[in-house]
């Protein structure tokens, strides 16, 4: 997935006018987080959790102290011009995706610090992670009336959907071809839910 959306990007080295080198190296991983790994971080305690279903090793970060979470993709993005339109953003599981949210809810966070740059406080941090829930389940609904609009048929859906809800809405900021490489692993994945 890491290299398909790096290639995607090529076209963007257009913009990389310092010659800067943007090569991606291996390296060592030096400390593998889990669920219950905690770090003090000098009266503040950081609890790690694992929040699958945006990827399969996605991982979530709450203060308690201060009720915050930094859920990174695993509670969707806001998009739009205003913030006011719902990315969803599980790529891996949509099933896990689910659970990771309704996780998320019970930790009744007072603060969501999201992974492109909002910062939602008090009964918008709640709401936040409920309309996210919400917005899964529609999202799936959609998904699939794309599927039976193409009679089954993915890479139809994903073109029709890609039009539909990218091109005519516009309210995705996201690079077209970053969205199309996400699009396809949902439909691809909620058609396999349709047919196991």
Request: with cysteine.
């Amino acid at each position: 997935m890491m290299n398909q959306l790096s290639a995607n990007h090529i076209d963007l080295l257009k913009y990389n006018t310092a010659g800067e080198d943007l090569t991606l190296h291996q390296f060592e991983i030096d400390i593998i987080l889990k669920r219950g790994d905690e770090f003090d971080l000098g009266g503040l305690t950081c609890q790690v959790y694992e929040v699958p279903g945006h990827t399969r090793d996605s991982l979530a970060f709450y203060i308690p102290e201060i009720k915050a979470l930094f859920p990174g993709e695993a509670a969707g993005v806001l998009q739009g011009e205003t913030g006011n339109a719902m990315q969803v953003e599980f790529l891996s599981s949509y099933n896990d995706y689910i659970d990771s949210l309704k996780f998320m809810i019970s930790l009744q966070p007072e603060i969501v610090c999201l992974g492109h740059g909002c910062v939602l406080t008090h009964e918008d941090a709640s709401g936040f992670l409920e309309s996210a829930l919400a917005e899964t389940f529609r999202y799936r609904k959609l998904i699939e009336n794309y599927l039976d609009a193409a009679g089954g048929n993915i890479e139809r859906a994903i073109q029709e959907m890609a039009h539909s809800e990218y091109d005519v809405k516009g309210s995705i900021l996201q690079e077209r071809v970053s969205y199309l490489t996400n699009l396809s692993a949902q439909v691809k994945h909620i058609a396999g839910l349709r047919d196991s």
